[in-house]
């Protein structure tokens, strides 16, 4: 048996699970790095057994690298010298004494996920559920938007019978995560679903099925699929939001009240946004998301000419997208609103495409960096590229306007791919419409010999911005798609030779 452990596996469970989630690892990350089974991880963090000496040797100098000052002696340490090498102090109550989380910055949304039941019958398998619990915890704590309680408070919940309001209230969350883990014969069913404590209301489901045969490639896909649920939670907190008065609403809400303007994508609504966020940077000057956010609607009234003073907005997005970068590093939505801010602003796709892969890196379940990642994709006229992270956003979030948003792109991914019998088709399945929308339909419906077809998306198109079609098809970095959208717009005969 290894030296320098507690004297209880459950007791070494609690301090991996610990130093997992303040190093922000997964289960999969580190066995990776040790070079062991997924399932070796789950016994240890279960409790269900101890590694050896060399095991533990290796544990301790990944964490190292990521928590210097950390070594092999700390895990024998009393608890309060372990969590201070870690910077955390989350030391688990007991079942009858839960301290409610402390309360998160900004009164943004907070989350606890309840231990996963096994409903299997079978207290073997009771690893693969609390495995499964370890990375959704994991996965939801890369969403900078909610704040989520770690893993050893979760813990204590193990083996209660507890409603969601309950547990809600004791840990002093908004919603509550539950889920239950059935095996029969070779397959596995995993359900999952989302309550809003306060209404006792579900606010997003889902159930997730396959086999035995790469039970641990489930679980992630079980687990990027959840952290998926920011965009539910965001539209139940912009609700509650929406009903309070405007002059006693603080930075979060302010923030909240801007996002849902801000999705409209209209003039009115867009510009409304902006104050509302200058209020909110006002309370809070360094909240990454109002800063993100303005930089993404400045960008709007430059792309859309929704001001008689673009330079400004220009000079402003990209002041707020570099504001947003140093405050957000951390945040895969502020990164991905400001890699496309500079993608609108300054044509660096370059700069765009590190800010986003880093976006994607961070959270790979986030649908809107999965979808601006296909919008620089676009720009490198990668029609392939485009097309995968535009399906994955639509995926991850296939109810909201940006699942719609990522639907409509598809057909610009074939334009780019130039397939223009799939884009006029794609095009047609969907209900988003912009101006560069209508402009690249005119193009494609040029390459199709639809010139009436053609004419009327160039109307909408003018009807819906000042900017002239060649001054937006000039924005097209790439040489290649330039002249395949003028040589359209020119079969059709709506652009000059």
């Not at 813990?155 to 019978?161: I, M, N, P, V």
């Not at 840990?171 to 809003?196: A, Q």
């Not at 800063?291 to 997005?317: D, F, K, T």
């Amino acid at each position: 048996m290894a030296q320098n452990l507690p004297d209880r596996c459950s007791d070494f469970g609690e301090r991996l699970s610990l130093a997992l989630n303040a190093c922000n690892l997964s289960r999969s990350q580190l066995s990776s790095a040790l070079g062991v089974h997924k399932s070796m991880v789950s016994r240890w963090l279960s409790g269900e057994m101890k590694p050896t000496g060399y095991n533990l040797a290796r544990i301790s100098t990944e964490f190292a690298k990521l928590k210097p000052g950390f070594n092999m002696t700390l895990w024998a340490t009393p608890r309060a010298e372990f969590e201070k090498i870690l910077g955390v102090a989350c030391t688990s109550p007991t079942a009858g004494s839960i301290a409610p989380a402390p309360l998160p910055a900004h009164n943004k949304p907070s989350l606890a996920v309840l231990p996963f039941i096994n409903l299997s019958g079978n207290p073997d398998q009771d690893y693969f559920a609390e495995g499964m619990t370890e990375e959704i915890i994991t996965a939801l704590s890369r969403i900078r938007s909610i704040f989520v309680v770690g893993s050893g408070t979760s813990r204590s919940f193990k083996g209660q019978t507890v409603d969601a309001s309950r547990a809600a209230q004791r840990l002093g969350v908004r919603y509550v995560l539950e889920g239950s883990v059935r095996r029969f014969d070779l397959r596995v069913r995993i359900s999952v679903k989302l309550t809003e404590a306060s209404q006792d209301a579900q606010v997003w489901g889902e159930r997730f099925e396959g086999t035995l045969d790469d039970v641990f490639a489930l679980q992630d896909r079980v687990a990027l699929s959840i952290a998926a649920i920011e965009p539910a939670v965001l539209a139940v907190e912009s609700r509650h939001a929406a009903r309070r008065p405007i002059e006693s609403l603080g930075c979060y809400d302010l923030y909240l009240q801007a996002a849902a303007l801000r999705a409209t994508l209209h003039k009115p609504e867009v510009l409304k946004a902006i104050g509302l966020l200058e209020r909110a940077l006002a309370l809070e000057p360094d909240f990454a998301p109002a800063i993100g956010q303005a930089a993404s609607c400045h960008s709007l009234v430059v792309v859309n000419s929704w001001s008689e003073n673009p330079e400004w907005h220009r000079r402003q997005g990209l002041a707020m997208a570099e504001r947003a970068i140093s405050a957000g590093s951390g945040d895969a939505a502020v990164l991905a609103q400001a890699a496309n801010a500079l993608m609108d602003l300054d044509n660096d796709a370059v700069r765009a495409r590190v800010l986003i892969d880093r976006a994607v890196a961070l959270n790979p379940g986030s649908a809107y960096a999965q979808f601006v990642s296909g919008v620089v994709s676009l720009i490198e006229a990668d029609g392939n590229a485009a097309e995968r992270h535009f399906r994955e956003s639509a995926r991850l979030d296939p109810l909201s306007p940006l699942g719609e948003m990522a639907r409509a792109h598809l057909a610009m991914a074939s334009f780019v791919q130039g397939n223009f019998v799939e884009a006029a088709r794609l095009h047609s399945e969907s209900t988003y419409r912009t101006p560069r929308i209508h402009l690249m339909m005119a193009a494609v419906h040029g390459h199709l010999g639809n010139a009436e077809e053609a004419r009327k998306e160039l109307g909408l198109y003018q009807n819906a911005t000042d900017v002239p079609p060649e001054a937006m098809i000039n924005r097209v970095l790439d040489a290649e798609l330039r002249r395949k959208g003028i040589e359209g717009l020119r079969r059709a005969g709506v652009l000059n030779a």
